[in-house]
């Protein structure tokens, strides 16, 4: 009897110290190993569609709406001609001595500044207007001081339609134009002639 009490004794305790080892045995082993790494969520491709620039829009375009001057074939008169542009980055005068420079739309005007002329610039100081034309402005003027004055006035009308200007004074070149055809001097600032408005056109 007594040696059946002994050996259940002894059975427990082998039964606990090996129970004993194998937790020291797992909590050796995983001491030494690294933390297995948590799975990232995988990050969203962009969207190429989203970061495409919008090529379809297209600029908006400042549009404008100005008073020309023209010569009507009978020389006459100045008749004047509205008509609607693309202002872009240029300032109204330049807007205004572009499309005299282009002539008239309409069939019964005729072309006041000679064919090749160029703006090479303008500025507005105190209500005059300085206007730079290239040397084709005179070297290319077909001359007769009626055309003269219809060039110079279809010049100085059109741009004293704009607020701000009140006189236009000619450049050639960069330097004071005496003279466009030897008929009228132009080395002073040149007010309008309203009077050389069709009448029921003023």
């Not at 400042?62 to 693309?86: C, H, I, S, W």
């Not at 003269?148 to 741009?159: A, P, R, W, Y």
Request: glycine share 8%.
């Amino acid at each position: 009897m007594v040696k059946r009490r002994l050996q259940r004794r002894l059975f427990r305790a082998c039964s606990l110290v090996l129970a004993a080892v194998l937790v020291l045995g797992l909590l050796s082993s995983g001491c030494g190993r690294s933390p297995e790494p948590k799975p990232q969520p995988e990050r969203p491709q962009p969207n190429l569609e989203d970061t495409r620039p919008d090529i379809g829009a297209q600029p908006t375009e400042t549009r404008v709406k100005v008073n020309l001057y023209f010569g009507d074939r009978q020389a006459m008169y100045l008749v004047p001609e509205e008509r609607e542009v693309v202002k872009g980055n240029r300032t109204l005068e330049e807007v205004v001595v572009a499309e005299l420079i282009k002539g008239p739309q309409k069939p019964e005007l005729v072309k006041t500044i000679p064919e090749g002329t160029k703006l090479l610039s303008v500025k507005v100081v105190d209500g005059i207007a300085y206007v730079n034309f290239s040397k084709e402005f005179q070297t290319r003027h077909w001359g007769g001081s009626t055309g003269e004055t219809f060039t110079i006035f279809s010049v100085v009308n059109s741009l004293a339609r704009l607020n701000g200007i009140e006189k236009v004074q000619f450049l050639l070149e960069g330097e004071k134009m005496e003279t466009l055809a030897g008929h009228m001097e132009t080395s002073e600032p040149i007010a309008p002639q309203w009077n050389m408005v069709q009448p029921e056109q003023q």
